[in-house]
């Protein structure tokens, strides 16, 4: 247990499909992130929030939309994804900014499957 | 481009040592990660190294040399819960984290 928790674990749903990924951490850290992990591939940064403000936006599709309604909450809404977009999508959080070597801790992911 | 490299897949046997070896070209240095993930679990923070030499910890130890754009991280005294992907990750001069592909590491009784 981490103190990063994820829902749903697991998700499957087809291109059509809109649905929102959930995050929550309550360690009382001030950064949050959104990670992609492919099989055999490093982890790709999606998105990262600083006290709530959306600080980086690493060039992903539109069809990925983050939501931060809190410093505890980050979401992830999801719509017309195309298969390759399946993946284990990981949230993150850590106490200070980027910038500082402090480490990350992750959630568990959720393993997201488009058909 | 920026590049992390670290073997994809590793085996060895219960007791022994492995060292687990990562490479990296980045645009400038802050530091350098070793992460654990199980499968299906999320990634947990083994160390961090900034300065060249050795840091021990219990029966892992990681290792860098900043000339040389290498680290290792070293596992003494495996145990079977030591299966798991290791993923290294370098904290580049914006402050992004460069991540590695992950090394699975396979321990055989």
């Known amino acids: 247990e981490t103190g990063v928790t994820q829902t749903p674990r697991h998700l499957v749903m087809g291109m059509t499909n809109k649905k929102s990924l959930k995050c929550e951490q309550h360690l009382g850290h001030n950064a949050m992130y959104w990670y992609k992990q492919s099989a055999k591939k490093p982890l790709e940064l999606m998105f990262v929030y600083n006290f709530k403000e959306q600080t980086e936006n690493n060039s992903v599709p539109s069809r990925f939309s983050p939501e931060c309604p809190n410093s505890s909450h980050l979401f992830l809404h999801l719509h017309t994804l195309q298969p390759e977009d399946s993946a284990l999508y990981l949230c993150a959080s850590s106490q200070d900014p980027p910038g500082s070597n402090t480490e990350a801790f992750f959630g568990q992911g959720t393993r997201l499957t488009v058909v | 481009g920026q590049n992390i490299d670290q073997p994809t897949e590793m085996t060895a046997t219960e007791g022994a040592i492995v060292q687990i070896n990562c490479t990296y070209q980045?645009?400038?240095?802050?530091?350098l990660f070793w992460y654990q993930q199980h499968a299906g679990e999320a990634p947990t923070f083994l160390s961090y190294?900034?300065l060249d030499g050795l840091e021990e910890k219990g029966r892992f130890s990681s290792f860098l040399s900043r000339s040389k754009g290498y680290s290792y991280l070293l596992l003494k005294e495996l145990q079977m819960k030591d299966s798991a992907s290791y993923l290294c990750a370098v904290l580049d001069s914006n402050y992004q984290l460069i991540w590695g592909a992950g090394t699975k590491l396979i321990i055989k009784p």
């Open positions: 190294n900034v």
């Open positions: 980045t645009s400038g240095f802050n530091g």
